[in-house]
């Protein structure tokens, strides 16, 4: 056997390794659909109880900012509208701020609390532990029993409080959480795109999970928590960049139940432009696989059923994902091309074919089965889940990379995703709206990668490798399109940088 021969085995089952494992991730997503499609729509309370409070409890609703200027008085004001008894409600605004938001902050705070709000500006003396830091020096000082946790860009109703809280009358439930709808979803076709993924998330990953008693979490804001659960499973961490999925999967496996309310919505806001895009995706990818590092050991050796073990297993690896696409665009789509050439293996390519089938069709019908559940019978916008496809594979550069730093334990800063407010603030202030840090070196690389496929795809249509051109066409276009997106975002608006993140 020659050495070429060695290379040719090696890279060829490198390759259907990862192919055969992205494949086993997009069974479970379309058995995970196919349960939706099959039963009712998953559009309201997961886990019934017929306990009720005899009174309104107490509720300290916590709100985490830092650098908001542009959305902080339109949170409290909507805070502070709460149809909720006085006497039993508390807000306090967990303020990190190092610019002009504290002030604007203050001010607001003084206007609702001289109309008889219970509210508290707290300003922490250092941002350690960024917003797992705030939200635990803010649990130190609520008097609430359960506490209300809403990022900077949410906007509540008056009655959102009052309509998610019932489910916590049952002493074994530690957290209702509400579905997210957005203020800007059709502001573009990024946003669009992302309210598409984020619904099917909802609407069906959070809807199959609760409704068959397996883990699911909370997703850091628009949820309610009882206090004593909080602090049963150990407390507000700051060692991971996602302290609401680790703290999530500590409390359930502390025996607490989880609730989801497909049927309460809270507005909020998506980022606006690639870069905002790619540094919340960063920072969810990142901090998913150091939870996985931390907890998934635990989780096989708790006393948990084996379904819940195994589905814990494929929520928390899922973003493992675009490792695998990364290695399989950098170093083994093309040699496995040529390999198979220069062997006449050409039949191989009939298995690339149905497993990249069931990638893909396994996302396709996420969904738009989501969108189904949301909207019923209406039209679903195709044109956005065709824009889904591309842009998750275009991802793998940065996803990839944040997989990457959590797996060699590299620690980084809890980066903020950018917000620019509501069509009504003065065009002065959107203009200075703080914008997204972003590493050149990736957008570099977006781009050349795009660049070389675009070759690789000319090359291979003249070669006529046939079914191998369709790939190499749409991994140009993914790659292009996230560099390009990004390019164009840092270009767009001369705008002020949000602050770097302190240590801590």
Known sequence: MTARDIAAIILLSGHYLIMVTLGIYGIHRLHMTWRQWRGRP???????????????????????VFNERLVIERLIDAAAAFDYPRECLEIQILDDSTDETRSIAAARVAYHRALGVNIQHICRPDRSGYKAGALAYGLDRASGEFLLILDADFVPTPNFLRDLIGPLADP???????RWDYLNRSSSLLTRAQAI???????????????????????????????????????????????????????????????????????????????AFKTQQHRWTKGSIEVMLRLLPRIWRAKQPLRVKLEASM???????????????????????IMRELYQLDALLWVDAPLFFIASV?????????????????????????VLIPMLIGLAINNGRAVVEALLGIRSGFIRTPKEGSDDTPAARRAAA?????????????????????????????????????????????????????????????????????PG
Request: proline residues 4%; charged residues 15%; contains cysteine.
């Open 42 to 64: 998953q559009n309201a309370v997961q886990i019934k109880t017929s306990a009720q409070f005899a009174s309104p409890p107490m509720v300290t609703v916590q709100l985490p």
């Open 172 to 178: 074994d439930v530690a957290m209702v959480q509400a």
């Open 197 to 275: 993924l984020l619904d099917a998330h909802f609407v069906i990953e959070h809807s199959q999970r609760a409704s068959r008693g397996l883990f699911f979490n909370f997703n850091g804001t628009a949820g309610i928590w009882r206090k004593q659960a909080i602090i049963d499973a150990g407390g507000w961490r700051a060692d991971t960049l996602t302290e609401d999925l680790d703290l999530s999967y500590r409390a359930q496996l502390a025996g607490w139940r989880f609730v989801y309310l497909g049927d309460v919505v809270c507005r909020s806001e998506l980022p606006a432009d690639m870069n």
């Open 315 to 337: 929520h928390l690896t899922s973003n493992l994902s675009y490792l695998f696409i990364i290695l399989l665009c950098l170093i083994l789509f093309v040699p496995g091309v």
């Open 362 to 386: 396994s996302h396709v019908s996420f969904f738009i089965f989501g969108q189904r559940t949301l909207h019923g019978n209406k039209s679903v916008r195709l044109r956005e889940i065709a």
């Open 434 to 502: 703080y914008r997204a840090a972003q590493s050149r070196l990736g957008e570099y690389g977006e781009i050349a990668l795009g660049l070389a496929y675009a070759v690789c795809a000319i090359w291979f249509i003249a070669e006529q490798f046939w079914l191998s051109a369709p790939f190499a066409i749409l991994f140009a276009v993914s790659f292009l399109a996230i560099g390009i997106g990004s390019i164009r975002a840092r270009l767009a608006v001369p705008a002020l940088t949000a602050p770097a993140p302190a």
